[in-house]
């Protein structure tokens, strides 16, 4: 018996009248709006003002993200600038890239944070962005903000992100959890 394909209907399927079926009137239709678009966009810039919405990346960073946006991890920190981190590998675990890389120190003298980070290390070649580094830590010692890292390269070897950076990065808004935290304040307080 012949297989009969039945094939799935989409509420917004387009329905297409004579005009459209002809195609040549909207394929000029088309190209009359791109080529409008960048005339629009090439007489701006050739009288010195900014038309299109490219942002020249590296040399200029938009700062209008959107409002969670998640483009850069950073390492929080205690009060004292260590980091929050306690090196337990479990954002290491969760991701699903497998571009994070910790080396756990240990101090027995520090009763109350014994384990740290030697090394936090974060691939952006690999990084997907996806967030999951940040859900899974226990510390709220990982998070991601707007920004975005300095990412352009044509060496792989140099899109390693290191604790230097990640610990080094700008304050951001956050109302609920203030940071970098006030010098004096608790621990707790700070988070
Ligand atoms: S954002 Fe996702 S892919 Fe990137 S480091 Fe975190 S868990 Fe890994
Ligand atoms: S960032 Fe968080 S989850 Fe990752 S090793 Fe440090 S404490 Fe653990």
Excluded at 85 to 90: F, I, K, S, T
């Amino acid at each position: 018996m012949a297989r009969v394909d039945r094939r799935r209907r989409f509420w917004n399927e387009p329905t297409l009248g004579w005009w459209e079926r002809m195609y040549i009137f909207e394929i000029v239709r088309g190209l009359s709006v791109t080529g409008g678009v960048f005339m629009r966009n090439l007489w701006r810039w050739m009288t010195g003002r900014k038309g299109a919405l490219t942002t020249y990346y590296p040399e200029e960073r938009r700062a209008d993200f959107a409002r969670f946006n998640r483009g850069k991890h950073v390492l929080t920190q205690r009060p004292d600038g260590s980091p929050q981190c306690v090196a337990c590998n479990m954002c290491a675990t969760i991701c699903p890239a497998r571009c994070i890389e910790i080396e756990a120190a240990f101090d027995p003298a520090d009763a109350a944070h014994p384990r740290s980070p030697a090394r936090f290390e974060i691939d952006y070649s690999r990084c997907i962005f996806c967030g999951m580094c940040v859900e899974a830590c226990p510390e709220d010692a990982i998070r991601m903000v707007q920004d975005v890292p300095d990412l352009p390269s044509t060496d792989r070897s140099r899109m390693w992100l290191d604790m230097d950076e990640l610990l080094n990065w700008r304050p951001q808004r956050d109302v609920a959890k203030p940071y970098p935290p006030k010098p004096g304040a608790s621990a707790r307080g700070a988070r």
